[in-house]
């Protein structure tokens, strides 16, 4: 029994024309009544024919295959990639939210600044391990550039919060002002980025 590979490698010869094909020769050498000698000859000559033949297919299988596994690799990449810049952008909103409810400096620092400030500096530092030839596309490195830039900033926001002190209220809501534009460049930067996301996976696509 044929294992898959075998399977593709018949498969392009397997239809009704090509069965008639061959038994039509069969018709044709069988009315030339040739020698066992020319017939063994024909043999060799079909042999070397269809051998030729197969190590063309395979080859053309591996290179398919080649394609496809790093087809695969790539879509697996910017997938990755995209859930790590929508996390950024998830941490910027619920940042963004918590000033926009006016939130007490005190509240704020006991409740968000303790519990978030160390995972936005996990995505950041995630941001900054990513290759730029991992990207794909100038459009998608120049937005995620943007992304990151904003999200250092929104961190270094977070390091001067947490240096205030009770007198720092009016400080405060200057950052909270810098957060908030900041998230809405961010935002806007994520949406574009999803779009070009979506042409980098069709260009992929368009590669197998």
């Known amino acids: 029994m044929l294992n898959d590979y075998g399977k593709e490698l018949f498969k392009p010869w397997i239809s009704v024309q090509n069965i008639v094909l061959v038994i039509a020769m069969i018709f044709v050498i069988a009315l030339l009544k040739l020698t066992r000698s020319e017939l063994a000859s024909w043999v060799q000559a079909v042999g070397s024919i269809a051998a030729i033949w197969a190590a063309l ?36 909103a619920i940042l963004a939210s918590a000033v926009n409810c006016g939130t007490p400096l005190k509240v704020f620092r006991m409740n968000f600044l303790r519990r978030n400030k160390e995972l936005m500096r ?87």
């Open 57 to 92: 297919r395979v080859v053309q299988i591996q290179q398919k295959k080649a394609q496809e596994r790093i087809s695969s690799e790539l879509i697996a990449m910017a997938e990755s990639i995209l859930l790590l810049v929508r996390e950024a952008g998830m941490q910027s």
């Open 122 to 208: 996990f995505t950041l530092s995630a941001l900054e391990s990513v290759s730029i030839s991992d990207l794909g596309s100038p459009l998608l490195l120049a937005m995620y550039l943007e992304i990151s830039a904003a999200m250092s900033y929104m961190y270094r926001i977070l390091e001067e919060v947490n240096t205030l002190d009770e007198d720092g209220v009016e400080r405060y809501q200057m950052l909270c002002v810098d957060i908030n534009s900041n998230n809405f460049w961010l935002q806007n930067m994520l949406k574009g980025f999803e779009a070009a996301h979506i042409t980098r996976l069709e260009s992929i696509n368009d590669f197998k």
